[in-house]
């Protein structure tokens, strides 16, 4: 008898996700750009000496964390399903909830509890999204973004404006 290794209900779960939102011809999208570079980067990196990849201290993953959130915000449905709704707000109380920096992790599930992720559009979501990061930067003594949509969208959707944007999409 095969002994279940505790994965079955994941891969089931797995094998019954619907495609992505996108279809394949979404590497117009700054997300995708450069992609053949990188993997050739990987590549030749891997035959070189390496060097010592250490975990992420906080100002690391908080970057890391704030570019994935707001490209997911930008790039969330103008109308999404309810299916979309639920993805996003579980998948925000599992980051809540697992976020490797403890402080970080409560202050946002506090965050939370005050201001509950809105789901039902693409604008009120990058809005939140800005609005999140803007706590988290005046409790850092950092400078506040503009919360404008026109503005979030170049920054984390398109940028047609910077040629720069167009090839690497890599502000900071």
Known sequence: MKQDDGNSNFKNKLGKLPPP???EDDCDRPACHDMMSQMKKASQASQEK???DCPPNS???GRA???LLHTMAAWYPDQPT???Q???ESFMSALAR???CTWCARDFQANLEESPVPTSSRKELCQWMCEQHNLVNEKLGK??????LKNLDKRWRKNTQDPECKTSGLLH
Do not use: I, N, R
């Open 21 to 23: 939102l996108f279809g």
């Open 143 to 148: 400078s506040v973004f503009d919360c404008d």
């Open 98 to 100: 697992f976020y490797p």
């Open 82 to 84: 309810a299916e979309d």
């Open 65 to 67: 964390s704030w570019t």
């Open 86 to 88: 639920q993805h996003m």
């Open 50 to 52: 390496k060097a010592v």
């Open 59 to 61: 100002g690391v993953l």
